[in-house]
């Protein structure tokens, strides 16, 4: 395994050097915790806008705490240290950038809390991390999140008290979770996806209708209503479709709940090259 590992860091440093990328060496120490507090604002009325440019990190995502942003960060690496910017309504988390290959030891973990009762508009620039995220609750005005290869769930567990204007979502070779869609307050949802996994489920509070749109690669879809009405248009016949108790006309499908009453819907369009769909009811 050790010689493997060291093959694999050959391999990519000569690469790096093809392309005239410098690379320096990226050593670890001791564990070290950076504290991120941020205040509440005394006017509680105006927007700010949220900025986490999170590396490869381990992360544990949560609402309220004692501040706009609080929690610490804590790596072994130097050059991770986290710079937190402050300034006019804008907060940026980030981590400073270097050029180097990480060592297998390697340690980022994040653990931060927003804040509740502030308009956010929020925006996160990851790589290759791997944890939770908790948005209940939070008065979002807009999301727009990217990250790389990971593993993470994004969980709705309360209403947005706020109307989102937007949530757009960019994500690589991932395995990504959507869960409590209903509740983020959303009425136009993008997702970009590479190959992996999508698990999108849209229980929780709907109070007004949603739109969202699926592109992407070979990703494996599973939606569940989570109890709300939900039509999916494919576009396309898939390589797979499993679709319990929803009805089907072509390439059209329709949760058992999109027949009551009028109501708030949720109309999904996807554009997903050799996927397989899962279509799940009021779990």
């Not at 690589?172 to 959507?178: D, E, H, I, P, R």
Request: charge should be negative.
């Amino acid at each position: 395994m050790q010689r493997l590992n060291t093959l694999v860091g050959t391999i990519l440093a000569l690469a790096l050097s093809a392309c005239n990328i410098s690379i320096s060496p990226v050593n670890t120490g001791s564990l070290q915790s950076y504290r991120v507090d941020v205040a509440t604002p005394a006017d509680q009325s105006r927007a700010w806008e949220i900025q986490l440019d999170v590396g490869s990190a381990s992360t544990l995502i949560g609402v309220g705490g004692t501040g706009l942003l609080n929690g610490t960060v804590e790596t072994n690496v130097a050059e991770w240290k986290p710079l937190v910017i402050v300034n006019d309504h804008h907060v940026q988390v980030r981590q400073t950038e270097f050029n180097g290959i990480p060592p297998l030891n390697a340690q980022n973990d994040w653990h931060l809390k927003i804040g509740l009762g502030v308009p956010i508009s929020l925006t996160v620039n990851a790589g290759a991390i791997k944890g939770e995220w908790e948005m209940g609750g939070l008065s979002l005005r807009s999301l727009d999140w990217k990250q790389g290869a990971a593993d993470t769930t994004l969980r709705f567990s309360a209403p947005n008290p706020e109307g989102m204007g937007r949530m757009n979502v960019d994500a690589g070779a991932s395995t990504l979770k959507l869960l409590g869609l209903a509740n983020a307050g959303t009425n136009d949802l993008r997702i970009n996806i590479g190959a992996g996994s999508l698990n999108m489920r849209f229980d929780g509070a709907l109070t007004r209708n949603m739109t969202v749109t699926i592109e992407g690669g070979a990703a494996a879809l599973t939606i569940d209503s989570g109890g709300n009405p939900i039509e999916v248009l494919t576009g396309q016949s898939l390589s797979a479709v499993t679709r319990g108790d929803w009805t089907q006309d072509a390439d059209t499908y329709q949760s058992p709940e999109w027949v009551k009453g009028p109501q708030p819907k949720i109309t999904v369009l996807t554009q997903l090259a050799a996927s397989s769909l899962n279509l799940v009811n009021g779990r």
